[in-house]
């Protein structure tokens, strides 16, 4: 019997890996120093600390240390890229496409910039979760100066085509800004290969502490230019004012060395534990999986269970089980994923969709455990639904 509750919602947030916890310790304690303070010893220390944590968030992604400015998380970063973008490039035109299944921080940012006069387009995605890049480039305008596309979705792990993305924003001019909150550290990820002119993401996500997270901003080929959205002090080359979080930023540095370091066999094992649990799951009757199979993380499977309430389902589980319905930043929400919906998924069919997400510290012993309970947990469901057996 393994240890319980078995966490299975990677995707929402990931445990700090006992390495990180120890890199993050001093600066917490001792080496406690202001990083803008450089009349001293300690601050000197805090400084080193965050430089040396931008190189190394800086070569998980390809990066010039210079282009990394550290947020509060990837929320912040969202809102900083997409706002100061529009700021910025107001000269030049205030259109932006984006798709219909990008995440709250971006849909709800585009939709505040709606409301000061930016225009948005919102493109749909397929049955499988991809986009139409024949869509997408007849949706480019003049006036359009960024495309906001996710690089993973955090319901689906469905992975977008980066490089032909990036091809079409350089063919006519326009920014490219990827939340690659879900991507980074789970798959490559390198913004020169991938075209890459703004990217979000978050330490929490890889093993991390939560509070901190990332924007790339490209300084060549175009040089990218953004407006600040935090003012006061001008922190991070005035991009992003406020004191820095030096135990968290240091924290964030080895996590991204860690993850890539092991990022292939991580990659190799969690898709292994996945498959297993999926192939297994698949077994029952009416269930299916949601978004693309060949595209998509290797942690991540998101699965329908025909005629079984997805909540209900993780009752069942009496706790021992943690999954998710949807993205955990809309949990409360008692309406179904707009994410499964966007897929063409009815509404019963979405409600009874469970995201299972795998981990660093994810056992094959916890996924034999939540293969039988939950495939009995829907046998019993089944059992008492007045639909009965599919």
Known sequence: ????????????????????????????????????????????????????ARKQVAALIGADPAEIVFTSGATESNNLALKGAVEMYAGKGNHIITFVTEHKAVL??????????????????DAKGMINLQELEA????????????????ETGVIQPMQAISRIAKQHGVLFFSDATQAVGKVPVNVIADGIDLMSFSAHKMYGPKGVGALYIRRKNPRVKLAAQIDGGGHERGVRSGTL?????????????????????????MRTLRNKLEKALLQLEGVQVNGDTEHRLPHVSNLAFAHVDGNALMLGFNKNIAVATGSACT???????????????????????????????????????TIQKVTDTVNTLRSLSPLGHI
């Not at 949706?139 to 955090?154: E, H």
Request: charged share 20%.
């Open 108 to 125: 709800d940012t585009c939709k505040h910039l709606e409301k000061q006069g930016a225009l948005i387009t919102y493109l749909p995605v």
């Open 139 to 154: 949706a480019i305008t003049p006036a359009t100066i960024l495309i906001a596309i996710m690089y993973a979705n955090n």
């Open 245 to 269: 979080n030096v135990p968290g930023i240091a924290g964030f540095g080895k996590a991204a060395e860690l993850c890539r370091l092991q990022l292939q066999a991580e990659g190799t094992r």
């Open 331 to 369: 949990s409360a929400s008692m309406e179904p994923s707009f994410v499964l919906k966007a897929l063409g998924l009815e509404d019963e069919l979405a409600r009874s969709s469970l995201r299972f997400s795998i981990g660093r510290f994810t056992t094959e012993e916890e996924i034999d455990y």
């Open 1 to 52: 019997m393994p240890n319980l509750p078995i966490y299975l919602d990677y995707n929402a947030t990931t445990p700090c890996d006992p390495q990180v916890v120890e890199t993050m310790l001093p600066y917490f304690i001792t080496q406690f120093g202001n990083a803008a303070s450089r009349q001293h010893a300690l601050g000197w220390q805090a400084e080193e600390a965050v430089d040396h």
